[in-house]
């Protein structure tokens, strides 16, 4: 995303942050919803496996976004975004995490590299650009607060759970209305002081923003059709088939047979000649 | 590896040359060997893995049944209930109502819409008794569900003659955007447009406030009016249908009853944070004065201790009480009942399985029941009169009562008057009715749950970390039959007087955050328009402008827009806000007097008057425009002027003006704090 496409949306939306952000992710926002993950996700054609997945990347990429806001808070681009009673999701992650996993949960995560490059470019920018840290917050928590509350029922249903168990993650108790609050959320990033070059930075980083979402949805799907195949087609998980095993068992007899093949060849060849 | 074959006739000859040759032909011969083995033993897996399987008697697919008459016809349906819904709220509503219908003596069933040919509605009446219901969800930008989009489309395109089908319309949305309920509307207008008999009222649902609340209400109006249109008996099962089954406790300790408190037991006694809507903390009342100098209302300004609690809060918030109902209209009701109030009892719910046990804390007493946990003010809802019509003796009373419930337009008109607009609650009722005299358990399981009251909290925490502010008018007013009815909370409240003599008056509150906040930067202009009790809120705001002020901050200008009806009566923290204009915290004050002159003047008046200072402060200086106080008048007039505004010094179309004004809304600097 170059910085003339930025400025040309900077320039429609007007000079406020939150319709320029709205405004330059809309597309990308398009992509995110659809995923294949996300697709299958609003059909309700997800699996607890699925979910369980899902959940340990959310806890891994809002473990590092709020301990980045934790120790910036006070800088002038995230003190007016600061919620942590509000918004802070690492809490209630840890207890959906629990519920699904046991109490061991801490040693049972797993994430995908794209994660795990989220939650580096979450680290970094916490370090040396805090200005950068709204545009992520923007992506993830007003989405929570938007489409999120939808996801949240549709997992409720489809995994049959009841009250907020397994589902904590999508409650803001806090927020006694998220379109309200919403529209408060706004407010605050507008009076975020930025310079011309300081908002375009913003403004690119809430695009990769979302692309870090959508490769972190294309990981997992990748992984959890993986898992599907080689538990022959039934992705609920009954068996602990990681992801590695299937994949190295295929490896092998390839890998064997190719040595085989080669061996044969060279057999012939010295043969024939 | 046919190839091997080949090579090995010719092999023989070759024999002879040497050593390499040999150990060249070892590898080969080695790694054939290995490779058939290797692949023997994957593929033979393999192939074991295929189980042998009986001949599988694949039965024809069914043509899936695409008629939902045919299906109704079959399973001897007549009730179907299509839901447009996405996150399956919809569904389950449509679920619930198909299995009441077996309460009533018939039979529903749940459709989605998107499975079905929805043309064949015109069919419905080739159905002895049938009915359609729709449990239609709004989503988005006033959009039908993606389920119910063919449906959707289906409607507007269609003509068919619907002449004979019956219909209701539930719906299912969110009062806070604009296009709320658009689809149940929709579809509830065009049914009738195309000919079909409505014979229920459109339901609305509002997840804004409690969604489940509104389909429940809803629903027990619904069947009654339901049966009456088919004209059918309610069996003998659904006059009676208890919920809970009473048990009287004889010799209970009494550290195992509850007195009031609403989650855990001897929470007022022993109390502990965090504190919220289970746990309250008990806060004494350390102010209570009345405001307003004259006039025949009574205006109280509260000071409620947090001191010691950890309770947090901003300007903005509110605080929630939980109030008690006037021990004379307890005692009334006891006697009326004829039965001992302290008795001991706990109401347990029949259903096993539900997770909501009691209908409110138990074991308790009655008298504890009907002064903290029922509402025994507000006018009952028909289902309540439903129910208890079968405990009045007088055949014309018990008449009169189902009359109300039911939705006959006499029904419906004889409700309006006789309670409604008569403001009758249970205990006039029962005055009024002396033959009807239900058992008080069931009174109990019928009655609602008092709920606690939100004021907007009158101070700011930066000024005042320890202490919460109300202010708030008693609402006290004579009813047609002549009876004073008296506001639950407020009056609660103004008897809360602190005193000297060791009894101190305490209030159970918490917190309620709400979104209703100052500019984050202190220079941004404020416009606070808060007639009557409204200008609570914008106390807080004031005392916070002004002690940043005093922290040496940059604060931009604060208007206030503050409106009563007579100056010399009720001109609220008049002293107050007079000492923050001379000190010019408060940068403007502009006050309206309603009914000083002949003509009414309001604060859209004024806003109006000021209308060029208006304009400039929100479309150069980047003003937050802040709104308390009366939702259905004053909100929306206010919210015309601004139109007005934009419309004239702006150069905006009407649209534009709407269009600006919402933009505002949705960036966060046009804020409502209001209440009808």
Redesign the interface.
Known sequence: MDSKTSSKAANKAGS?L??QIKEITKDAHVRAENTQLMLNYQKGQITQAQYKLLLCSLYEIYRVLEQEMDRNSRHPAVE?IYFP??LARVEALERDLEFFFGLQWRKRVTVPAATLRYAERLREIGRSSPNLLVAHAYTRYLGDLSGGQ?LG??T??TMGL??NEGVAFFSFP????A???K??????M??IELSEEERKKVLDEAVKAFEFNIEVFDDLQRILSITEQASGGSGEGKTPTTPLSAVSRSAV?QF??G???A??T???G??AF | MA??HT?DST?PE?MEDGEP?LS??D??????I??LI??WV?FRKKAEAIPEFKKLETPAPAARETSFIEKMKKTGKNIVVFYGS????GE?FANRLSKDAQRYGMKGMAADPEEYDMSELSRLKEIDNSLAIFCMATYGEGDPTDNAQDFYDWLQESDADLDGVNFTVFALG?K??EHYNAMGKYVDKRLSELGAKRIFDLGMGDD?GNLEEDFVSWREQFWPAVCEHFGVEATGEESSIRQYELKVHEDLNMNKIYTGELGRLKSFENQKPPFDSKNPFLSPVTVNRKLNKGGDRHLMHLELDITGSKIRYESGDHVAVYPTNDSNIVNKLGEVLGVDLDTVISLNNLDEES?KKHPFPCPTTYRTALTHYLDVTSCPRTNVLYELAQYASDPKDQENMRKMASSSPEGKALYQTWVLDSSRNILAILEDLPSLRPPIDHLCELLPRLQARYYSIASSSKVHPNSIHICAVVVEYQTKTGRTNKGVATNWLKNKVPTDNGHKATVPMYI????F?L???SS?PVIMIGPGTGIAPFMGFIQERAWLKQQGKEVGETVMYFGCRHKNEDFLYQEELEAFEKEEVLTQLNVAFSRDQEKKVYVQHLLKNNKEEVWRQIHKDNA?IYICGDARNMARDVQSVFYEIAEELGGMTHTQAVDYIKKL?????Y?QDVWS
């Open positions: 406020d939150s319709e007016p009673q509000e939808v029922k549709i409720q249903k009841s009250g806090e927020v006694s209305s379109h309200r609050f529209q408060m959320y706004r407010s605050r507008n009076s007899a064997t047979l040595v085989c093949a061996l044969v060279v057999g012939m010295v043969y | 190839d091997s090579e092999q070759l040759f060249n032909l590898i080969f011969l080695f790694s054939l290995a490779g290797i692949y994957m996405q996150t399956g709220t389950e969110n806070t955007y804004d997770n309620r955050k709400s979104q906040r500019p984050f930067k941004n937050h809304m949705t960036k966060g600097r804020s």
